[in-house]
């Protein structure tokens, strides 16, 4: 096994985040035709290593995979460029989308497109609400449940996390209540 330099490192690697378009799982042939193959750095078994214990670690695969290539390669710092090498042509390309997206959204059409879809979203909120209303408030404590978590999000901009808090303690107390009423 020869060691590469720490610039064709990085180039097989950029050629690599180039050509993987489909995800984590596609980096297996592309490693092996480029590292394995054709460079002969690592064996084919070792790189079935490294992504096995890629998929096993937080974070992307394909980062994964091309670090402990680079560790094994050039050490720490060949780690480093392999990191530098796949990631490099993802972060051009969504740069380039990103400011696309911009002047997109600055257009007035595009403006307009979203004013309509935010009424939209209101309106799909509302058929959401009147659809659940004949479920969900069937009795007097669903509709003060209902009035409260209304009354508390609307005119107190309460957060929803003790709306909810307080919707399941009082549903608790109504069904205690209810218990202790029936004995």
Known sequence: MNKPSLIELYFVFLKTGIELLGGGFVIVPLLTKNIVNKKGWITKDDLMKYYALSQSLPGIIAVNTATFVGYNLRGKTGALIS???????????????????????NLTIIEDIFYGVGIAVIILVYLAVKEMWEFSVIDFPSFVIFTGAFCASFFFNISPVWIIAGAILYGILIKIAGKWAGR
Do not use: R, W
Not at 83 to 93: D, E, M, Q, R
């Open 83 to 105: 990191i530098l090498g796949i990631i490099t042509s993802p972060f051009i390309i969504i740069c380039a989308i990103a400011n696309i997206l911009n002047q997109l959204t």
